[in-house]
């Protein structure tokens, strides 16, 4: 498919005609810092393509060339996204998506201070405020880094719309897919979707409606995606084992800390109050849906889900850190967050990415849009059952550490998902995952499923364990 490219800001003229006459290699695209390139696609002429090319070493990371802008999914929802070539192969290598959580959580985190090519100095006054991240996922493979959905980050809707539940995201998102593909000519290249946290609930579905989607693309002669995998990092795809892990999470012997984490009398009380969550839960979020009883359970249940690590002031995105409930209400149990805040609202990097409007690391109005839905309670394992069945492979990582999606929580729902691999998963042995010779962590898989448990990390593995977060992504885009 063909791109015709409608007007062309801050090139030469000669370029312009260039890029009319033939269609543009986006790997050897025409370079411009001082203005986007606007173009549209022959197949989907009222979705603009908002973009700016970026030569190596004029940001982030020195080795590669990256792209950054916004792409319309439709009807003027404009979803912001970096990409980042590979420090590789970049014409050979896979493509691999990723995306924060939240509801309402954007993507430069993972970009900023998990996997992205560089991370951010101490107080940053300036566009190259940054050092290059030795052990970014872009080593062997293309990566982009999406903000979604609209209200997140730099993406927004022009005309002031909302997105409120994962059903929605997910068309805007394979609308991206198939756009992005298209005008970087990606089409063919294995493509893994990743994310972590409340992506748990996303990628499920994200990935649903891209695979369910290429049949829409073979009906009008288009190659489709070539969906390879799924991971998901740390993801709360189940809220119902979520809650009823918290008292085997904390209060008996730890699988990394060696001990009990709260005390008896605190555990006493939480495991009274679990049975009677999974039951109100499981009857008004499920069997029935009844929105005021189940928001009120969701609330209840919820704190204690949020706040037992608080209990004890530990941090719920790693048990090995302390966190008061003023940092996490102020979104600073995370380091990092106020310089990556501060740096994205600087006019020069703004100008830079072509970004526009004030950079907030987390969207409160998404997260409360998505709660008012209720979003969260839904069996999304029957999206990674309806996938897995269609061939596609599935890997759930997940640091120990932990409290937030932990470990147990993953291990339990995936345990309960049916599908008709579920005896032989069910009966697999766990293994040790070594990287460079020494345990990371262990794992178990059957077929096409598998559970990673990352040893010594918490809620953002690549944050904790940078080096084995890499091997992770690595040893699994090559099938390993």
Request: glycine share 8%; proline share 5%; with cysteine.
């Amino acid at each position: 498919m063909k791109l015709s490219l409608t007007a062309l800001f801050g090139l030469y003229t000669g370029l312009v005609a260039a890029a009319v006459a033939s269609p543009q290699n986006p790997f050897d695209p025409p370079i411009s810092s001082t203005g986007h390139a606007l173009l549209t696609s022959s197949r989907h002429p009222k979705h603009n393509v908002h973009i700016k090319a970026h030569s190596a070493g004029s940001w982030c990371d020195p080795e590669v060339r990256s792209w950054t802008g916004y792409i319309d999914s439709g009807y003027g929802k404009e979803l912001f996204f970096y990409y980042f070539e590979s420090r590789s192969s970049p014409k050979d290598d896979p493509v691999v998506m990723w995306i924060n959580g939240g509801p309402g959580g954007s993507s430069a985190m993972g970009l900023f201070l998990e996997q992205g090519p560089c991370r951010i100095n101490k107080d940053p006054s300036g566009l190259n405020d940054t050092v290059v991240n030795p052990y970014a996922w872009n080593e062997k493979a293309n990566v982009f880094f999406l903000d979604q959905p609209i209200g997140v980050g730099f993406s927004h809707g022009d005309y002031g719309q909302t997105v409120a539940t994962t059903e929605q995201a997910a068309i805007d998102v394979a609308a991206f897919v198939e756009i992005f593909f298209e005008y970087f000519d990606l089409h063919g290249r294995p493509f893994h979707m990743s994310g972590e946290s409340y992506g748990g609930r996303y990628l499920p579905l994200f990935a649903s409606a891209v695979f369910d989607n290429n049949a829409k693309l073979k009906k009008d002669g288009i190659e489709p995606i070539n969906l390879q995998s799924v991971l998901i990092g740390n993801g709360l795809t189940s809220i119902f084992t979520t809650i009823d892990t918290q008292y085997e999470l904390m209060c008996t012997k730890h699988i990394d800390l060696g001990y009990a984490v709260m005390p008896i009398k605190a555990c006493v009380e939480l495991v009274e109050q679990l049975p009677k969550c999974h039951q109100m839960l499981k009857k008004h979020c499920l069997e029935t849906v009844d929105h005021a009883i189940c928001t009120l359970w969701e609330a209840h249940c919820g704190d204690l889900w949020n706040l037992t690590p608080l209990s004890v002031e530990r941090n719920r995105y790693n048990l090995n850190q302390t966190c008061t409930l003023e940092q996490l209400e102020a979104d600073r149990c995370i380091d990092g967050q106020l310089d990556l805040e501060k740096y994205l609202n600087l006019p020069d990097v703004q100008a830079f990415l072509g970004a526009t409007g004030h950079f907030g690391l987390n969207s409160h109005l998404v997260n409360q849009d998505f709660y008012r839905a209720l979003d969260e309670v839904h069996q999304t394992y029957w999206y990674v059952a309806g996938l897995l069945e269609r061939g596609i492979r599935v890997l759930n990582y997940v640091g120990t550490l932990d409290a937030a999606c932990p470990h147990l929580s993953q291990e339990k729902w995936m345990a309960q998902m049916p599908w008709t691999g579920q005896a032989g998963y069910l009966d697999a042995e766990w293994e040790s995952w070594q990287v460079n010779g020494k345990e990371a962590g262990i794992f178990k898989t059957y077929e096409n499923l598998t559970l990673l448990k990352v040893f010594g990390a918490g809620h953002l593995v690549p944050t904790d364990q940078p080096e084995n977060a890499l091997a992770l992504l690595n040893e699994w885009i090559e099938g390993a």
